[in-house]
C-alpha cells in the first residue's frame, strides 16, 4: 500500500466507557474484509491494541507494509498512521482494545509527572508488532482483558484495569529494552520522520494539555522545528491549521463531558481550554454546526458533523 496513494488521513476517534478502563470491539462485526474501498491511512486519539484470529494481510504502519496472519498482535500508539487490508475480498477477525495511556498512568501516579512522563514515552514510543510467540505477554494480557470485557462477570472492570496496567507496563519494558539494544534514547525510532509522524509529537502535547492555553511556537518546538515550518507541515499534513485542530480536541472532549456530567456549559467550556462561554459557543457552532444548548438535546451524530476539512473525524470505524 503506498504512502503515495493516500490524500487523506482519517482521525477516527473513540470514547471510553464511563468507569471502564478500555473500549472493547469484540466478536463477530470484526468478522469483515478490511481496507476495502479504503485508500488513506488514519489515526486514533487512543492507543489501538488489536489481536488477529483469522485471516491474512497487510497492516500498514506510516510508511511499512506488514503481512499479517492469525496468531499477530499489535499495539499502535495514538496518532500513529496506520490501516488494515485483508488478502483481496476475503475476511480477516480482528478484536481490538482501545485505551488512554495518560489517564492511565497519571491515576496510577497522580503526584509524579516527571516519573509519568518518564513512563508514557516509553509506552507511546513506537508500534508493536509481531506474533504470539515474539510477545506473549501482550497477546496473553489483551487476551485476558478481552476475555474480561466479554463476559462481564462481577468484579470484571477491576480485574481489567489490573490487567491494563500490567500489560502498559509490558509494553514501556519491550520498548525501553528495544532502544537500549538499539543504543537510541526513547522516542527515536525510526519510521515517524515526515508527514503526520513529524508532528505527532504536537498532537500527543494537544491530548495532554488541552485544557491549558496552548502557543502554536510551543507545539513546534516539541517537534524541534520552526514556527513557520511547523505550520506549513501541520497544514500540509492535517488539512488544516493548528489552532483548528486544537479547537477539534477542545470540542471533543466537551461532547463527552457533555454525555457523561451534569456540570454546566460554562464549566465543561472552561474544563475544555476555553476562556470564555462566547469563544466556546462560537467554536463549537463552528464545527458542529449548532450551539451546545441544541446540541445538549439531541447529540445524535454529532460526530459526523465534527469537521469539514479533508482531514476526517469518524466515531470508530
Known sequence: MSRKAHQIMEFRYYDIPQKEPVMALLGDPWVRVYGEGI??????????IGLCHEGYGILTLDDKDRPYEPGMVSVIPRNFPHTTNSEAGKTSFWEYLFL?????????????DYYCSRLLSLINARPIFGSREEYPQIAEMAWEIMEEMRKQDRFYVEAARGLTNALLFEIARINGLEAEENGKETGEFEGRKDGI????????????HFRDPIRIEDLAEECAMSETHFRRLFMESMNMNPVDYINMVRIQRACELMKKSNDSIADIAMNCGFQTPSTFHRNFKQFIGITPYQWKKDPKNYESKLLKFHISAEKGW
Open 39 to 48: 485508500f488513506f491511512l488514519h489515526f486514533h486519539n487512543l492507543m489501538e
Open 100 to 112: 488512554d495511556p495518560v489517564s492511565l498512568v497519571h491515576q496510577l501516579y497522580p503526584e509524579n
Open 197 to 208: 509522524s513529524a508532528i505527532s509529537h504536537a498532537l500527543d502535547y494537544v491530548s495532554q
